[in-house]
């Protein structure tokens, strides 16, 4: 046997990955109803980031809307179910489909309506609602919805320290800060060091959903092995994007991949390739580190693994 094929091809898929409890609970709410109605069934919003998931639910009578376009249900209003999805929806966005009388079913993840509840009691006593997290993601335009005070919404370290310098004669004021749930643990605490550092009054919660921290800490010590790494999911989805940051910084290799179609096949080989050139330096293996965002279903997983097992031979395989 020569050197070369004396190389370990290993993969390590993460033990937490794709659908999350809330995810989970929002698909089977929506296929619970699809079995106790006819009526034309609507997400409010994309259910989940995932296109051939979307295309699916079309063919079962489900169609997500954008939620700009829910008062054009009034024509058919009798005859359709509005569900609000994972992120949750503002305020306002049920309270209109309330007032059109339009029958809704609430899917969104109790880990968002703690927040929810959160802002709408602790707020009411403050000058600033501090939101950590994408001023464009619905999760956060949603939770903006639930203040009673003034609300900003910061992104990172830098909006925070801007911010301060900003509102340097306002460390009186009395401050409620909370974050998204896929928010990075690491950035919200740094945030938090820098808002208290000029709010004396402010009240924290911890509201990134442990899911996300669990997912984040364990693609860390996965990617920091691996000598390629792969995260499965769509771009616009926040906690995939996360993971796809976090894998960046402990591989250098690391892909965004949204299904099997996009494995490079090429530059596994290569690696593969490179790793089988320098056997004998120490590191007789070949890693390759798997994870998935929380809207990425069961099977595009299994697709991904079979698709990596089959061009490095079928290797030793963990999770
Ligand atoms: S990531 Fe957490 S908060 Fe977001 S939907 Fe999943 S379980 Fe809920």
Request: overall charge neutral.
């Amino acid at each position: 046997m020569s050197a070369k094929s004396e190389i370990r091809p290993k993969i390590i898929v993460a033990k937490d990955c794709g659908f999350c409890f809330g995810v989970r609970r929002a698909v089977d709410t929506i296929y619970e109803l699809r079995k106790k109605t006819d009526k034309k069934i609507v997400v409010a919003g994309e259910l989940i980031h995932n296109r051939d998931f979307i295309k699916h639910l079309e063919k079962d009578g489900i169609y997500c809307i954008d939620e700009g376009e829910i008062a054009e249900l009034e024509r058919e209003k009798d005859n359709v179910i509005v569900v609000i999805r994972t992120h949750g929806a503002t305020k306002e966005l049920v309270g209109k489909i309330e007032k059109m009388g339009i029958e809704y079913v609430d899917a969104t993840c109790p880990f968002v309506k703690r927040i929810h509840k959160i802002v709408d009691e602790n707020s009411k006593n403050c000058d600033y609602t501090i939101i950590s997290g994408d001023k464009n993601h619905p999760e956060v335009k949603g939770i903006q919805s639930y203040s009673n005070s003034k609300t900003v919404v910061l992104s990172d370290e830098d909006e925070c320290e801007k911010f301060v310098k900003s509102n340097l004669n306002c460390s009186q004021k009395a401050v409620l800060m909370v974050s998204q749930t896929t928010n990075n643990n690491e950035k919200y605490v740094n945030c938090q060091k820098i808002i208290k550092n000029l709010y004396t009054k402010v009240k924290i919660f911890d509201t990134i959903c442990s899911v996300t921290g669990k997912r984040q800490n364990e693609v860390k010590k996965i990617a920091s092995h691996a000598d390629i790494m792969f995260i499965i999911g769509f771009v616009k989805s926040s906690n995939t994007k996360k993971l796809y940051d976090i894998a960046s910084q402990h591989c250098k290799k690391t892909y965004l991949v949204e299904n099997a179609t996009e494995i490079s096949e090429s530059e596994i080989r290569s690696e593969l390739e490179k790793e089988k050139e320098s056997y004998g330096s120490g590191k007789n293996d070949f890693t390759v580190g798997i994870t998935a965002g929380a809207s990425t279903p069961d099977d595009i997983i299994e697709e991904v693994v079979a698709g990596i097992e089959k061009i490095i031979g079928s290797g030793e395989k963990t999770s």
